[in-house]
């Protein structure tokens, strides 16, 4: 009800001036989740700052951010199978087989590094081709070809490994990708680097706006956005300098969450997923050719899997029959969605993707601290989602009662 | 208002599904700025006519010429290159995306540059024609970045019709653009089907509520059991009429025999 009442007030400020309830609105509607996760997020680390007081150091923070690596990358290629309003449960076992694929290929046959990544890549993303042509093609709910994929696949993976069931990894190529730290110097060219391309894009797309007579309340917002991302990317660097550098790991992870969300957000297959996610009948209507995107966003949701599998491996320095199981798979659907990508489809973005890892990851490896036992990181792990999820059901339940459906 | 040929012009156009027969030898024309109501009971071949014409379900036989020269209607695409939009009654909007996102659905205006190899969204072009085309209708949206599933009902409907104009089209066909609405909504969406007719658009509008079709309506056209009921001139006839041709009282009343006939195969009709 009061969502409804605020929803007519609302109307009735619209009336007078559109530009101010226009960036409330948005503020709302865009930015309130991922504003409720970093708030969750400052909880967890204080809750845990307080009893463990490791738990903030540079050295855990990068240890941090090297375990969120896997989950992180899978987790954006699932963020688009959610847009979808689909759900990929073979993540885990194609991220496994992957990197199987690609330890065999280097250590067995003696392949070039990159080679074998290509390989592994191309694995995941047939796999992914080949599940998502099915689900689209025979119209069997996702649901189902990647839960005979997870079998499958696991099966696949111990059938790839052969009886020894473990490889160890010895090219330092691939084991570099998880294992490398950049000078303090490079870090900081990093941060230039990052610093000035989000202000360049800010600033060109606002004078493009400006030009075009559609520019709505001044730049303002710009700017608290770029003063914002910046005092964070200093932050970051700072603390990840004062321990071992800034990790590739990390920057691979950020250069797919930038790029993907690109493509979610800028580009015309992205906005066709999120039609297909919102009404698949009106995109298909709108001369969408939706089959088309399904299978693309489920090749990339192999494809990811198995550019995780790929980072896992590289930090593990071995595959072994364990790669891509235990809960890696819930792991990465539940990040974005308790960041907020809706289970339901149409809603969400691929930085859920990065904040979902760093909220799982924080309460982990915060329990790993107090040397809480397995038993209790997964019932606290399934609480937070649960929470996570009704929160979102709430949300829904909300803009359905304001007629936002 | 009508000169010359009529834009579209149906002949002959029949449709058969399985025994039904659910367009019979029907005639139907539109011409450019001119409103078309197309009324008659559940069942008459309002919807069938209309989806005839938009290359859904292609009809069995039958000539349609367009601007007078014969055309083939086969799927969608044909009836979308010749020039006629349809807007569904459920609209096909997407509720999870903007008015703009709506309105550029499948016909994105992408980026020149770097940004071709990927794609790119012009999200600032298709803003600003989104804001000259609804400003050219005199359509209100509170915000153009505003989710569709905000707007109340007229507004998605307004969004709907305003989306079917992008692709420059000359007939535009509304299946029931008012049901649903409220009062003070059903006069925007109606204001805005006259807003078509002066831009010189054949329209052609499927209604239940004749005091809708009679506000815009040039011509009204009656169907009844898949046949043509009646054509009336919409200042020339009243309400009583149309009723009359819709519930087949006025032929039944001319003792028409061949039309008994036809009626007596939907005998519960009659009875009710």
């Known amino acids: 009800m009061s969502a409804a009442a605020s929803t007519t007030a609302d109307d009735a400020q619209t009336g007078q001036g559109p530009t101010r309830s226009q960036a409330i609105r948005r503020l709302v509607q865009g930015d309130l989740s991922s504003v409720r996760v970093v708030l969750g997020l400052v909880v967890i680390a204080i809750i845990f700052q307080v009893q463990e007081s490791r738990f903030l150091s540079a050295e855990n923070l990068t240890n941090l951010m090297l375990q969120i690596t896997t989950i992180g990358l899978i987790s954006v290629g699932i963020v688009f199978v959610l847009l979808l309003g689909e759900i990929d449960l073979s993540v885990g076992a194609v991220s496994g087989l992957s990197a199987a694929v690609m330890a065999v290929l280097s250590v067995n046959h003696g392949w070039n590094a990159y080679l074998a990544i290509a390989a592994a890549v191309a694995v995941g993303a047939s796999i992914g081709f080949l599940q998502g042509s099915l689900f689209s093609r025979f119209v069997v709910p996702s649901f189902v070809v990647t839960l005979a994929g997870l079998l499958a696949w696991e099966g696949a993976l111990l059938q790839v490994l052969g009886k020894t069931g473990s490889l160890n990894i010895n090219d330092p190529k691939i084991t570099g990708l998880a294992n490398t730290f950049y000078s303090d110097t490079v870090g900081w060219i990093f941060a230039a680097v990052i610093i000035g391309a989000y202000g360049a894009v800010l600033a060109m797309g606002y004078r493009k706006r400006v030009s075009a007579g559609l520019a709505d309340g001044g730049p303002l917002s710009l700017i608290v956005r770029f003063v914002f991302l910046s005092v964070l990317v200093i932050a970051a660097v700072a603390i990840l300098n004062s321990d071992r550098g800034v990790p590739l790991a990390v920057m691979i992870l950020l250069g797919f969450v930038v790029g993907m969300e690109y493509v979610a957000k800028r580009t015309t297959f992205g906005r066709h997923v999120f039609a297909v996610g919102g009404n698949a009948e009106a995109a298909r209507r709108a001369g969408i050719r939706v089959n088309g995107v399904r299978v693309a966003v489920f090749t990339i949701s192999g494809s990811m899997a198995a550019i995780g599998g790929v980072m896992a491996a590289s930090r593990l320095f071995a595959v072994n029959q364990n790669s891509g199981g235990n809960e890696l798979l819930l792991l990465a659907i539940a990040g974005p969605v308790i960041a907020g990508t809706s289970l339901f489809g149409g809603r969400g973005s691929v930085w859920t993707a990065l904040l979902g890892a760093l909220v799982i990851g924080s309460i982990s490896n915060g329990m790993d601290l107090l040397s809480l036992s397995s038993a209790v990181k997964l019932m606290v792990t399934g609480g937070v989602l649960l929470l996570a999820v009704l929160v979102d059901a709430v949300a829904r339940q909300q803009r359905q009662t304001s007629g936002r459906v | ?272």
């Open chain 2, 1 to 272: 208002m009508t000169n010359g040929t009529p834009l579209l012009e149906l002949e002959g156009v029949s449709k058969r599904f399985g025994p039904v027969q659910a367009l019979d030898r029907v005639d139907f024309t539109v011409s450019a700025g001119e409103v078309v109501g197309l009324v008659g009971d559940n069942g008459a071949g309002k919807s069938t006519l209309v989806k005839a014409i938009a290359g859904i379900n292609p009809a069995d036989d039958g000539t349609i010429r367009f601007e007078g020269r014969e055309v083939r209607i086969n799927k969608p695409q044909d009836a979308t290159e010749l020039g006629i939009a349809t807007v569904y009654q459920d609209l096909a909007l997407c509720d999870n995306l903007d008015v703009v996102n709506n309105l550029f659905l499948g016909r994105e205006e992408r980026a020149a540059g770097i940004g071709q190899a990927t794609r790119q969204l012009d999200e600032v072009k298709m803003e600003h024609e989104t804001a000259d085309l609804l400003s050219n209708l005199a359509v209100t949206i509170p915000s153009l970045r505003s989710e569709v599933g905000t707007l109340s009902g007229g507004q998605r409907q307004q969004v709907a019709v305003a989306r079917s104009l992008l692709g420059d089209p000359k007939v535009v066909m509304l299946d029931e653009p008012t049901a649903a609405l409220g009062v003070p909504q059903t006069k925007q969406v109606l204001e805005l089907i006259r807003r078509l007719r002066e831009r010189n658009l054949g329209v052609v509008v499927i209604s239940h509520n004749l005091a809708d079709v009679f506000a815009i309506c040039d011509r009204v056209f009656v169907l009844r059991l898949g046949k043509a009921a009646g054509e009336f001139k919409a200042e020339d006839t009243t309400e009583e009429h149309v009723i009359g041709a819709i519930t087949g009282l006025a032929e039944n009343r001319e003792n028409n025999e061949a039309d008994r006939e036809k009626s007596e195969r939907k005998p519960e009709e009659e009875g009710a």
